[in-house]
């Protein structure tokens, strides 16, 4: 166990669909980060949260909206996606964000878009 | 952030056998660290080296750094079938650079 969960494991859902994946951390960390892993394709950064501001965005679609409530919890919520966005979305928190932390990754939310 | 290129990207032995994988990276670095990846346990971080380091070991892993060939090794010993995984290092610049930057990894299978 890393200290992060993350619920659900997996997720099936239709284009026209809105469902939200949930992060937590029990680490007393102050940033948190949402990554997609896609197929063949290399961890792909999508959000970073310090203290719960949004401190990056790398060019995430807006159909993918990150909420940090507090320093413990992140979410991501989903709505009209494609089948391309099918991948394995992970979550991860650091003590800081201000480079060269270690991260801590949670399990995982496998999410299938029909 | 600057990705690490791990070699050999596949490499299979057997349990007992020790496990050599190599990474190789382009930029001054503030430290390197490995991480695993596989179905069972997610992504895993295992060890960091700090750029002032050559050698760190924790358990039956040992990391080398060598920053004037801008390279780094992860050898596992006495390997068992639960090693198998991928496994990937990440070199860090420090300061203002949170993101990790995954490459394709080195895929460890680990026969019994």
């Known amino acids: 166990e890393t200290g992060v969960t993350q619920t659900p494991r997996h997720l099936v859902m239709g284009m026209t669909n809105k469902k939200s994946l949930k992060c937590e951390q029990h680490?007393?960390?102050?940033?948190m980060y949402w990554y997609k892993q896609s197929a063949k394709k290399p961890l792909e950064l999508m959000f970073v949260?310090?203290?719960?501001?949004?401190?990056e965005n790398n060019s995430v679609p807006s159909r993918f909206s990150p909420e940090c409530p507090n320093s413990s919890h992140l979410f991501l919520h989903l709505h009209t996606l494609q089948p391309e966005d099918s991948a394995l979305y992970l979550c991860?928190?650091?003590?800081?964000?201000?480079?060269?932390?270690?991260?801590?990754f949670g399990p995982g939310t496998r999410l299938l878009v029909l | 952030s600057q990705q690490g290129e791990e070699d050999p990207q596949a490499l299979s032995i057997q349990e007992g056998e020790n496990a050599t994988m190599n990474c190789s990276y382009k930029?001054?670095?503030?430290?390197l660290q490995w991480y695993r990846q596989n179905s069972g346990r997610g992504l895993v971080h295992l060890i960091l080296?700090?750029?002032?380091?050559r050698e760190k070991h924790s358990g039956r892993l040992r990391v080398t750094l060598d920053t004037s060939k801008k390279s780094s090794s992860l050898l596992i010993t006495a390997s068992r079938a639960a090693d198998t995984a991928s496994y990937f290092c990440?070199?860090?610049?420090?300061?203002?650079?949170?993101?990790?930057?995954f490459g394709k990894g080195t895929k460890l299978s680990v026969i019994p």
């Open positions: 991860a928190s650091s003590q800081g964000a201000g480079g060269g932390e270690t991260q801590y």
């Open positions: 680490l007393g960390h102050n940033a």
């Open positions: 949260y310090s203290l719960e501001e949004r401190v």
């Open positions: 930029t001054s670095i503030n430290n």
């Open positions: 080296i700090r750029s002032n380091e």
């Open positions: 990440v070199p860090q610049r420090g300061a203002g650079s949170y993101q990790l930057t």
